[in-house]
């Protein structure tokens, strides 16, 4: 698999905004397909040195989801792609705010 996961890295490294696109393209489609939400945050979220697509939905009951893709391979990001502010959130926190929803 790490062999799979470094060519996948080698080609999206041509198109980086890919990664990112596609987690707003998966995000849209998991607020468009959730009942009852109130809010929701999609961000890419840091584990081993990889990014992840994760969706943190707050519902009109209260509950909260964090939904993941699981068929997501990450992405091996460069921090020269991201802003200040992006950088320290990243730091700070362990992920990337990219997108927020509200009802």
């Not at 840091?46 to 997501?72: F, Q, S």
Request: net charge negative.
């Amino acid at each position: 698999m790490g062999l799979l996961s470094d060519i996948f890295d080698f080609i999206s490294s041509f198109d980086e905004g890919s990664y990112i696109d596609n987690a707003r393209e998966w995000g849209d489609e998991v607020w468009n397909n959730s009942i009852n939400k109130k809010s929701a945050t999609l961000c890419l979220y840091l584990v081993n040195n990889r990014l992840y697509k994760r969706m943190h939905i707050v519902y009109y009951d209260g509950n909260i989801a964090n939904i993941t893709n699981e068929g997501d391979g990450g992405w091996s990001y460069s921090e020269k792609k991201f802003t200040r502010s992006q950088k320290r959130q990243l730091d700070e926190e362990g992920c990337i705010d990219i997108k927020m929803y509200k009802k």
